[in-house]
């Protein structure tokens, strides 16, 4: 009887023992640090990280380029495709289509600040009021935003950068914005500049999707 007692409780020992390794992990090396905490820092994303060492429900926020790590490269940055073409200029273009966008205005500005003043020596201000430094502020950053209420358009005369529609010829915009002058009518001793000669599309666009017409 005495025997099955002392078996009893060893068991129970035991059980309590183990209970109270599954309730919290430690460490071996550091008493007292939850094992998730070297987890944020072990340079492998496990847990439910979705970055490497961050976001999740135990480790900081990711950053836009941890959370991307892994998964996603970005290969081609074309919000406004005229800018590229405008301001493609040894090796830009690559480079801005590998920058994450919220670090373009920090990285290109002063290049493409540069390249206004190269293409229109004489430029101070465009049809819109920007001298080159704002007007480069908007260029090097190539994202196009979309309005959630009012207009959307590309440009209208008006409403700047706010969408894109189909009909819009965005690169007489960005021809205007350049060689246009204060008055959109600016030409010095050179062909005005403020349009591409390009025709408007021959056939209309459709009220749904795709939009564009069927070839023929």
């Given at each position: 009887?005495?025997?099955?007692?002392?078996?009893?409780y060893?068991?129970?020992?035991?059980?309590?023992?183990?209970?109270?390794?599954l309730?919290?992990?430690?460490?071996?090396?550091?008493?007292?640090?939850?094992?998730?905490?070297?987890?944020?820092?072990?340079?492998?994303q496990?847990?439910?990280?979705?970055?490497i060492?961050?976001?999740?429900?135990?480790?900081?926020?990711?950053?836009?380029?941890?959370?991307?790590?892994g998964?996603?490269?970005?290969?081609?940055?074309?919000?406004?495709?005229a800018v590229?073409?405008?301001?493609n200029?040894?090796?830009?273009r690559?480079?801005?289509n590998?920058t994450?966008?919220?670090?373009?205005q920090g990285?290109?500005?002063?290049?493409?600040?540069?390249?206004?003043?190269?293409?229109?020596?004489?430029?101070?201000?465009?049809?819109?009021?920007?001298?080159a430094?704002e007007?480069?502020?908007?260029?090097?950053?190539?994202?196009?935003?979309?309005?959630?209420?009012?207009?959307?358009?590309?440009?209208?005369?008006?409403?700047?950068?706010?969408?894109?529609?189909?009909?819009?010829?965005?690169m007489?915009?960005?021809?205007?914005?350049?060689?246009?002058?204060?008055?959109?009518?600016?030409?010095?001793?050179?062909p005005?500049?403020?349009?591409d000669g390009?025709?408007?599309?021959?056939?209309?666009?459709?009220?749904?999707f795709?939009?564009?017409?069927?070839?023929?």
């Amino acid at each position: 009887m005495g025997f099955m007692k002392n078996i009893k409780y060893y068991q129970l020992v035991l059980l309590i023992c183990v209970s109270m390794l599954l309730v919290k992990c430690y460490d071996e090396d550091t008493f007292g640090v939850p094992i998730y905490q070297e987890r944020c820092s072990d340079g492998i994303q496990n847990g439910d990280e979705t970055g490497i060492d961050c976001g999740g429900s135990e480790c900081e926020p990711c950053s836009v380029e941890s959370e991307f790590a892994g998964k996603y490269r970005q290969v081609d940055q074309m919000g406004r495709p005229a800018v590229n073409m405008l301001f493609n200029i040894d090796g830009l273009r690559d480079s801005l289509n590998v920058t994450v966008p919220y670090k373009m205005q920090g990285i290109f500005q002063q290049t493409f600040e540069n390249r206004i003043m190269v293409l229109d020596t004489t430029y101070t201000t465009n049809v819109l009021g920007l001298n080159a430094e704002e007007m480069a502020a908007i260029f090097s950053k190539d994202v196009l935003w979309v309005a959630e209420n009012g207009p959307t358009s590309y440009y209208d005369g008006s409403n700047i950068l706010t969408g894109r529609g189909l009909g819009e010829d965005v690169m007489d915009a960005n021809l205007l914005w350049i060689f246009g002058g204060p008055d959109g009518n600016k030409n010095n001793d050179d062909p005005l500049l403020i349009q591409d000669g390009v025709p408007s599309n021959d056939a209309p666009f459709l009220n749904t999707f795709p939009y564009l017409a069927p070839p023929f």
